[in-house]
């Protein structure tokens, strides 16, 4: 009997140990290659997390926003040749925002791919024509983009930071296609990317990265 309670003593005792020891691995502070963890996996998220009025801001590069959508899928913003490439190297989904420059005259969509990890991103921007074209237009009824789809693209730019993709299109407001008259260097559209690409990659803060 005796051999038996202590038998059970010590199993409490281990119990209580290891209880006593998941606590502390609960409550301790993180260690900074946890934060450092955490903050890159916060700002990997940061596409899904964010409001689209976070991700795209109201006014980029002299622009004005028309309108955004958030967290879509990679299929629904890219033409069908550049499908194949994007999945290759991972795409987990999308947001995308149209806007118009100041004179009214060109609008444009800018779209956000989130990429595997940033080696991806990397390799998904420079395999990838982009500038011959492969991200879709994103109409806005009611604005100035009401008339500007994929027909109506003309230029093209393409920037990365982190796990992101940032591609852009513009053209003109007045419905246009592209065969009647190219708009060579259409006006912000490669700032535009890698304003929004730089804004996306802001280092999270080293106390909560989570938040960021």
Not at 40 to 54: N, Q, S
Not at 127 to 145: K, Q
Not at 146 to 174: I, K, N, P, W
Not at 193 to 198: H, Q
Request: glycine residues 10%; hydrophobic residues 45%.
């Amino acid at each position: 009997m005796r051999m038996i309670i202590a038998l059970v003593l010590l199993g409490l005792a281990a119990t209580g140990a290891g209880i006593a020891g998941l606590l502390h691995e609960m409550t301790r502070a993180p260690t900074g290659a946890e934060l450092a963890a955490a903050a890159k996996a916060a700002k990997a998220d940061r596409w899904r997390r964010w409001p689209p009025d976070k991700i795209f801001p109201a006014v980029l590069d002299d622009a004005t926003r028309l309108g955004a959508v958030q967290q879509t899928t990679c299929d629904a913003v890219l033409d069908t040749e550049k499908l194949p490439l994007a999945r290759k190297f991972g795409c987990r989904g999308a947001v995308r925002a149209t806007y118009a420059d100041s004179s009214g005259l060109v609008v444009g969509t800018v779209v956000v791919l989130s990429m595997r990890d940033p080696t991806a991103a990397s390799e998904a921007r420079f395999a990838g024509n982009w500038l011959d074209g492969g991200v879709r237009a994103l109409t806005v009824p009611g604005t100035l983009a009401h008339r500007f789809g994929d027909a109506q693209r003309q230029g093209y730019a393409v920037d990365h930071r982190g796990s992101y993709l940032v591609l852009s299109t513009a053209g003109f407001a007045d419905g246009r296609g592209s065969a009647e008259g190219e708009y060579e260097d259409m006006p912000g559209s490669v700032i535009a990317v890698e304003d929004l690409a730089a804004r996306l990659d802001v280092p999270c803060p080293a106390k909560e990265p989570v938040e960021c």
